[in-house]
């Protein structure tokens, strides 16, 4: 089957970082996609790791170990517009081309003054 | 990023009845991918439609309950057919392809 687990819950302070760690289990793997969802809203593309490593788009990195099944959303500076749901998803692709994303469980973050 | 958009943004609907959900986007992808998120949690694939075939889907959904049309690269639409509060749920089209996948706005269905 496929399962893919995060922590359902992670407070932290404006201007700290936070990491929100994924640890899959899944028949196909094509990369790992980590995803924003605030309240009320659909979700938002962060970013994707294909291979091992870390990948930085300004405030936000992400890390993929292939070998541990493993990855990591790292949020620096953070700020009061970071609260919301984070998710990580296995990617896997379909016969055509498409791809097809298993989510995770999902993480609540929540920043503090 | 393609610009999807989906309607209706949102609904309230009486159970037994059905709703259709379109998804419109802005150049041509093969396939399509329909998810329903319900209230608090993950997001769960219904099912991939392609163009010109019948839509592939996932465990635990079926046709009858969700008919998906396909009609040409750019659009498509789910039905939710009658329905009941369970279906309650957040509804998302999205165009599977490359290393990033993009989601429609969503349809925020309510079943009463």
């Not at chain 1, 700020?79 to 994303?101: E, H, I, P, W």
């Not at chain 2, 209706?8 to 609907?13: G, K, T």
Request: proline share 4%; aromatic share 10%.
């Amino acid at each position: 089957g496929q399962s893919l687990e995060q922590p359902s819950e992670v407070t932290a302070v404006e201007g700290a970082i936070v990491q929100i760690n994924c640890t899959y289990q899944t028949s196909g793997f094509y990369g790992l996609s980590w995803y924003q969802q605030h309240d009320g809203g659909a979700p938002t593309f962060l970013s994707y790791n294909a291979l091992d490593g870390l990948e930085e788009t300004g405030r936000f990195s992400s890390f993929l170990s292939r070998s541990d099944s493993y990855g990591y959303l790292l949020l620096q500076e953070l700020q009061m517009k970071d609260s919301a749901s984070y998710f990580c998803a296995v990617r896997d692709v379909v016969t055509g081309g498409g791809n097809k994303l298993t989510f995770g469980t999902g993480t609540q973050l929540k920043v503090e003054l | 990023s393609a610009v999807i958009s989906q309607k209706p943004s949102r609904d309230i609907c009486q159970r037994g009845t059905s709703l259709t959900i379109q998804c419109q986007v802005d150049s041509q992808v093969t396939m399509m991918f329909w998810y329903r998120q319900q209230p608090g949690q993950s997001l769960t694939l219904i099912a991939t439609a392609n163009q010109g075939s019948e839509a592939t889907y996932e465990s635990g959904f079926v046709i009858d309950k969700f008919p998906i049309s396909r009609p040409n690269l750019t659009f498509s639409t789910l039905t939710v057919s009658n329905m009941s509060p369970e279906d309650s749920s957040i509804y998302l089209c999205s165009p599977g392809q490359g290393g990033t996948q993009y989601f429609g706005p969503g349809t925020r269905l309510l079943v009463l």
